[in-house]
């Protein structure tokens, strides 16, 4: 199912809560985004609600829908994104969702809290800040109100000038603490327990600051098991592994030609990662043997800037990129003697968004990580659709 929102976002998540809707009869996520505006309206960090079927309808080919450009389970029935567009007496048109706070520029990356998913963190496209929001105090309001001020619970300021960028992550062990970067490609720990003052005074300094990469990191990634080790991918074309207890990186992965764009751990398995690159592959390492990746993944037809594990199978992998494509991957299905073939026998599903040439690019993809709905992804592009898909029964059934 489609949604075509006012701005482009560039950053998607799945909240990890679920409720039953009996009226309904399906049950109810939470997908949180954020806006990208031209500067002529205010940028907000939003919520909204989706209503999935546990299992969608069957896939009907003669329930080809024109202007959406899609036919699938989740484009019938009860499930449906909660986003509407509705012109004000000005005749602007704006989304109203579930819950709007406004936000200092542009959203360039939001994140939930792991331990506590209504503490949310955002870096922005104007400034350095990282901005700290919880939800439960924000004033829930569903459209534009007159106030426009941004009124962030807490400002993370790290006190250079330079450092707008996309790179933010919450620790899966540490309660309250967050890695970020930017544009100056330096590492920056935050440790938010202790805070006795959630007033935005905005004088909270990192508690360590990291350098050891020649470019703009694109991406950071805690480990899973390991609650020291942290990922990054840089515009200097590598990739690096830190424990963040030294000063520079532990581990230096070298085997890309262009910008590393994305970096994600498997959450299975501790020694595997995945890094995405301008030079249109992905490529999967073994960081017992960090001199050349085990893999490269190729199929993309431009700069891949999304990947992301799946949260319930090892194998798994999802890679976005800017031919408008999400590529779904499964790594058990590498050969042991890999040959040249058109279409890569780990290759395990292609979601296009429209089918317009040139395809936008994609601009973020989540998982959705509620049992019962594994398969469930969300992506967007830049020329502001957010779908919400699963690909055929037929295809994951083996799991």
Known sequence: MTANLTWNTYTLEWLPDKRYDTQKECYVHRLLFGTSTDGSETNHLMITE?????????????????????????????SGISIKSETDPQGQTRDVVKMKILHDGPVNRARYCPQNPEIIVSKGATSSDLLVFDCRKQFH?????????CKADLRLKNGRGDGEGFAVCWS??????????????????WDL????????????????????HTGM???????????????TASDDKTGAIWDFRANGPMLRLQGHADEVNAVS?????????????????????DMRNPTAPVHRLSFHTEAVYQVQFSPFHETILATGGNDGRVLLWDLAKIPSNPNNTDIPPELLFIHTHGYHTPQSPVTDLSW???????????????DNQLQ??????????QW
């Open 193 to 212: 327990n202790g805070v006795t003052s959630w007033n935005a005074v905005g004088d909270r300094r990192p508690v360590n600051t990291l350098k050891g």
């Open 265 to 285: 751990f498997n959450p299975w398995n501790p020694v595997v990662l995945a890094l995405g690159s301008s030079d249109k592959s992905s490529t999967i390492w």
């Open 217 to 231: 990191i694109e991406d950071v990634a805690f480990h899973f098991q390991d609650q020291h080790a942290i990922a």
């Open 368 to 382: 959705n990580c509620s049992t019962g709905t594994e398969w469930v992804m969300a992506s967007a592009t830049e």
């Open 50 to 78: 989706v209503c999935l079927d546990e299992q969608p309808a069957q896939v009907d080919m003669g329930k080809w829908d024109d202007s959406a450009e899609e036919v699938g389970g989740y484009n019938r029935g009860n």
């Open 172 to 189: 899966h062990f540490q309660e309250g603490l967050v890695a970020s970067s930017g544009s100056d490609g330096m590492l920056d720990l």
């Open 388 to 397: 919400i898909w699963r690909m055929a029964d037929l295809l994951y059934r």
């Open 141 to 149: 309001a569903p459209i534009e109100t007159l106030d426009k001020v």
